[in-house]
Every structure is written in C-alpha cells, then in structure tokens.
C-alpha cells in the first residue's frame, strides 16, 4: 500500500497546482486512489476491505503528502471515517457499504446556531456544518454533534451518518493553505438520522464498539477519540518532506550569481539536516503511538487517560516540529518561495493550515498534558 501511494507522487506534483485551483482534489486523483486499493486500508474485510494497520494512516498520508497536502488531507480524512463507520451498529454499516467496498463519507464540524435535538429512535439536526473535506467525491457525511447532557455540564459528542441526498453542499471554502481539500459548508432542514447511524463517541475511548458484534479485528477497537488525530498529523509529515525534497533538489544543482555551488554552503547543508532530523523525529513519535494504538486495540482494552492525552500530545507536537522544519528551510527559498506556484510555498502553506485543526493545536493540547501532569481533571471529555 505504501508503495502504491509513492506510485502516485509524480502525478500529484503535477496536479498539485490545479487541485489548489479548483479548491477540491481532482477527479482523476480519486479515481486513481480508488484504483490503487488506498480507501480501503482501514475498511472491515466484511464489507471489502483490508484491515490494515492503523499505521498506514499515518505512512500513506505522508507519502501523498510529498505530492499534494491537500490530497493526503483528504485521503486521511476519508480513510479514518470508514474506520469510524466501521463502529456504527451493523444495521447502520449494512446500509453505508450497500454499494460497495469503495463509499466515501465527509465529515463536518456544527457551526455557530446548529442545533441537534434527541428525539425517539434517533436525532434531528438544524443548521449548516462546515469543513467537510472531501465532500465533492463523497455519497455520505458524518455531522459531529454536541447534545444536551441531562443534569448539564459538557454536552455528550455524537457522529450522525447521513446519505447525500439530505444535505446540501454550499461552496464557502477559500482558505491560504490546503485549499485543494474541498472542506465546504453543509446545511441542513429538519434532518432525521436513525439511532443505527450515529454513534456517542465517548464509548469510543479503546475496547469494544457496537461495530465490534460484526468485526472481530483490532481496528473496531481502536481509541478514535485519543488516536484519531493522526489523521492531521500525517499530511503535515508529507507537506514537510515535499517542501525538504524540493529545497534539496533544487540547491544540489544551483549555484550562485558568483558561480559558487550552493550546496558547497556550510548554512545549507546546516538547514537541510536540521529540517530532515524534526521530520523524522516527528514520524518517529507518531509510529511509536500508532504501534501503541494496535496493541491496546488487539487487547481489547481502553488505554489509561495518561496514555491518551500522551498521543494527543505527540499528534500537536509533532506537527508543530514539521511546522518547525519548513521554516528552517523559508529563508533557502529567497525570492522563489514567495511565488504562489512554488512547491515550497504551497507547503509551507499547508503545514500552517494543518496546524489550525483544533485537535492538533499546540496551545490547547499542552493545556490537557500539562493539567494531567499536575493532577488536575482534564476538561475535554473527548480525550
């Protein structure tokens, strides 16, 4: 599968531009992700798929990523969904995989005003939803909603897995870095969603899913709320070390206005290292979390809270330290890193983007390690 991926770098370089563009990934890019068997990594092998290691989420992404950020953004994405869907009642997986090995759902986050209200049998949500990358190539979208607790206090967190045809997708997403990933507005009217289609993520911590009765592999075991961030991480892995490749390629050859060989440079040769050594010690930490994650999972067992407010920990340091490295390489650039159309730029771009995803700020997670660290209770119930 990870070579599969690398296969399909040089056409992601080429295409990378256009994605920008059209802000969503090419339909030839999907086509040749589904043709390579790359949506299918973390799918049960009940309904199609491979039921790989949880690993991949993070090897593949950041291979796609060395071509196009956006695009690994989106395959991650998509990836760790139908390993969420995986987890739903059988019922509600019956109805997702009916066409297919290879559906595709988004997900969307509730924006100011969206309301989710539990009524018999299920819920009905109101109001628009926004950033569901990948949401042009999907069938499906997973609404992230927040329910009223009895009694008060933090509201209970629920996936809602809705089809298509009861939604609409409204075109707001124009953003500076991974604008090739689609991630546009969601509204709703009055949408029912069936209890065998959501899911309280906080009976996703590790151990036993309702998808489990079906699905006797690890992955339905797997701790989505404290591992699920990799998904963020690994494309900033991949914008990393496609902004270091494009550098490294370009300064092997170059000389300057003297004729002196760049790469001859003590500064370069500095900088390059430097920025090599953050990206592999950041892929390091998160392989050594997601190894973590399968064994917990083969287990059965849900991780203690010290180990999952670690790997989210790791998911917010690690992308910082690729953030880190690209800057190291900024000042190489000159001139030609401004350019819009410069690999370099664009990553360095997208590394910043990846880095606003609010499970993956540095500030916020910190904030839940340094709290345990002191013994103090850690106030997002979704760790």
């Known amino acids: 599968m990870i070579e599969r991926a690398r296969a399909l770098v040089p056409a992601l370089k080429v295409r990378a531009g256009a994605c920008e563009a059209a802000r969503r990934i090419p339909d030839a890019t ?111 979208n997973i609404f992230l909603c927040f329910v009223a607790r009895d009694g008060g206090g933090a509201p209970i967190t629920v996936f809602c897995l809705a089809p298509a045809t009861e939604y609409e997708v409204v075109d707001d997403w124009n953003p500076v870095g991974l604008a090739g990933t ?13 209890d065998h289609r959501t899911m309280n993520i906080e009976n996703c911590r590790g151990g036993p899913t309702a998808g489990s009765e079906i699905h006797p592999g690890p992955l339905t075991k797997v701790s989505v709320l404290a591992a699920g961030s990799k998904l963020f991480s690994g494309p900033a892995l991949g914008a990393a070390r496609g902004a270091l490749e494009a550098v490294r390629d370009e300064f092997a050859a170059r000389t300057s206005v003297g004729g002196a060989k760049l790469a001859d440079q003590q500064s370069v040769q500095i900088r390059l290292a430097h ?6 010690s950041a892929w390091a930490l998160l392989k050594r979390d997601c190894a973590e994650t399968m064994d ?34 900024f000042p190489l650039t000159g001139g030609r890193g401004l350019a819009a159309s410069s690999p370099f730029q664009r990553a360095w771009r997208d590394c910043h983007a ?30």
């Open 182 to 194: 689609g991630s546009k507005q969601i509204r709703v009217r009055e949408l029912f969603v069936p």
């Open 30 to 140: 999907h086509r040749e992700i589904m043709d390579a068997g790359l949506y299918r990594v973390l799918s049960p092998n009940r309904f199609g798929g491979y039921e790989l290691d949880y690993s991949l989420l993070v090897d593949i992404s950041a291979e796609l990523g060395r071509g196009c950020a956006s695009t690994a953004w989106v395959w991650a994405q998509l990836v760790a969904h139908n390993l969420c869907n995986s987890m739903l009642p059988p019922k509600g997986q019956e109805e997702y995989w009916a066409d297919g090995p290879d559906v595709q759902s988004a997900s969307a986050s509730p924006n100011p005003g969206a309301a989710t209200k539990r009524v018999a049998g299920g819920y009905v949500l109101n109001g628009s939803w926004g950033f569901a990358s990948g949401v042009d190539v999907c069938t499906w």
């Open 354 to 383: 990846c880095g606003q995803q609010i499970m993956v700020n540095w500030d916020v997670m910190m904030t839940h390690f340094g709290r345990h660290m002191l013994g103090l209770p850690i106030l997002d119930p979704r760790v």
């Open 275 to 280: 920025a090599e050594a953050k990206i592999d």
């Open 296 to 329: 917990w999972a083969r287990r059965g067992l849900e991780p203690p809270i010290e180990v999952r407010v670690r790997w989210r920990r790791d998911d917010a340091f690690a992308l910082k330290t690729c953030i880190e490295a690209v800057e190291l390489l």
